[in-house]
Structures are given as C-alpha cells and as structure tokens.
C-alpha cells in the first residue's frame, strides 16, 4: 500500500514540482490504483508527469468533499479527453469509463462568506459536466474500492468540539434568502487496511479527523487501531483550545505519526506536534504503508 502526493500547499525548495492551495494523492494497493482528489488545477497532473505517473491509469477517482480545490483538476481530464475526440479517439462508453465515487451532496453550488459578500467554492463542474466522461457513483455509506481500500461515506460527527461552523451556505431555495448553511456533509476520507492496523487518507476534515478516526476504526468490520493519518485538518485560524483537544484525541487514539498538510495551518501543525509525532506531507512524499520504517 502506498500513498504519492501530487499537488498541495507545501513544496521542497528546489523541487521540480509546483504547488497551490488544493489537494491530491494516489494510493496504490496491489494492482489498483485510486486517485483520491484531483486539486485545483491541472498541477496534479503536471507533478505527476514529473513521477512517470499517468492520472489516467486510476480505475476510480474518489472525492472528499465538493469544493473546488479539490476538484478542479478533472477539468484538466475532461479536457484532455476532448482534445483525443477531436483527433478522431472515441469518447469512452460505459464500459470504459473510469468511475468516480462521491457523497450525494457532493454537487452542491456552495459559497463561503467573507467580508465581500458570497464567494463561490464549490465544483467548478455539474453533475452532467462530468458524466458525460466519468461513471459517477454518489453513496453515503462506505464502498470498498479495492481490497484494502474503503471510501468512508458519510461521517457520523461526534464531538462538539468539531462544529464545522457557518462561515459556508449553500444554494437553497428553501433556506433564508435562498441559501442554507453548510455544514459540508459530503466531507470523507479513505480508510487503508495495511498488516498493522489502519492509515487514514483525508482531504480537508471538514467533518473532523477525530470523528473520521472513530468511523475509520471499523472500516473494514472490527475494530482496528489507526497506525497514521495524512492530509488536511483543517485547523487552521481555530482556537487553541479545539487544536488540544483534537491533540489530545489523536495523541490517545492515533498509534503512530500524523502527516498534517492542506488546510491544516502551518501554525496549526506546530501546536499539533505538542500532541503528537507529525511529519510532513508536500508534494512529491511517497509513503510506503507497508514499509518497516514506516513511523508507528
């Protein structure tokens, strides 16, 4: 099982590969491969090349969440797809599609509130925009993706202390001047079976780590120990008080290190590491779960 990195915040100096505010990731278990993500832009792609690796190799695509850091990047596909139909390749039938797996509130035209009023965050993309390429699964309950792999479907939120807040509404016409708030009921993560316990995959934990880590526990039937996490926290601009007590939660709950990037807060991670052993996760890091020196 392993885990690359393919676009992100956080760039080595002197790397070959360009980063941005988004987030992507391949994990491989075995002969399958899923691309969890696709980022902002077409960066993903781009960095990968710099790997040797093809983002179209991937059977699935699951998303964590519909915002559009994280989703932007098929754009990049789709358009790549196009260029081969006009060149005469034919555009993939049912059969060929490569499926992409996402919560049914996934679509949402989701706008986050600032100081100028409504800024759009969601997908750049409909529904149709993408099926028209893709085979699109939308599920709230966990599907395993390979052997080893479970898209954890909708999070069961458990802990006060991670009240996702109303700084996002999304369009409602049953809601206050049309819009609702939105506490991103979409937000998941993947749950990697490895021989020692459980890795867990986010993208931006909108719905809380410490809440995916309970659900993640069980992903795959009993309850198993979580040896890591890698991903956005999203920590960053909370209070101290959240950040120790969701220290404190993965210091006891989480066996081994933690690899906090994204929306986590530079900040954020440093106060994190007074709970926990965390490491870094920028564009390029491979993570052989598998691996014997692997942190646990």
């Known amino acids: 099982m392993k885990i690359t990195i393919l676009t992100e915040n956080s760039v080595l100096f002197a790397s070959p590969f360009s980063g941005e505010h988004g987030f992507s990731a391949l994990v491989e278990d075995g002969e399958s491969k899923i691309l969890f993500d696709t980022g902002k832009t077409d960066l993903f792609a781009k960095n990968a090349e710099l790997m040797d690796i093809d983002v179209f190799e991937p059977e699935?695509?699951?998303f964590s969440h519909g915002h559009y850091d994280h989703t932007g990047g098929i754009l990049h596909m789709i358009h790549t797809i196009q260029e081969a139909e006009e060149k005469g390749s034919p555009v993939p039938?049912?059969?060929?599609?490569?499926k992409v797996v996402v919560h049914p509130e996934f679509f949402r035209k989701r706008y986050a509130r600032d100081d100028d009023g409504l800024r759009y965050i969601g997908n750049p993309f409909t529904r149709e925009d993408i099926e028209k390429y893709f085979s699109v699964t939308s599920t709230s309950e966990p599907v395993k993706l390979s052997e080893n792999i479970v898209f954890l479907g909708g999070i069961n939120r458990i802990f006060d202390f991670e009240d996702p807040g109303d700084w996002s509404v999304y369009q409602d016409e049953t809601g206050d001047k049309g819009f609702t708030v939105d506490t991103i009921p979409d937000d998941t993560a993947l749950a990697l079976r490895t021989d020692k316990g459980i890795f867990v995959l986010t993208g931006c934990s909108h719905s809380g780590i410490c809440s995916i880590?309970?659900?993640a526990k069980t992903a795959f039937g009993e309850e198993q120990e979580i040896i890591g996490i890698m991903g956005g926290l999203h920590l960053a601009g909370l209070p101290d008080e959240k950040?120790?007590?969701t220290g404190e939660y993965l210091r006891d709950n989480v066996k081994g290190r933690i690899y906090p990037g994204h929306c986590t807060g530079f900040d954020e991670i440093l106060k994190l590491s007074q709970y926990c052993d965390t490491g870094y996760s920028g564009i390029g890091v491979v993570l052989d779960l598998n691996s014997p020196d692997l942190q646990n």
Do not use: F, L, R, S
Request: glycine share 0%.
């Open 60 to 62: 699935i695509i699951a």
């Open 93 to 98: 039938d049912e059969n060929n599609k490569t």
């Open 213 to 215: 880590v309970e659900q």
């Open 243 to 245: 950040i120790k007590k």
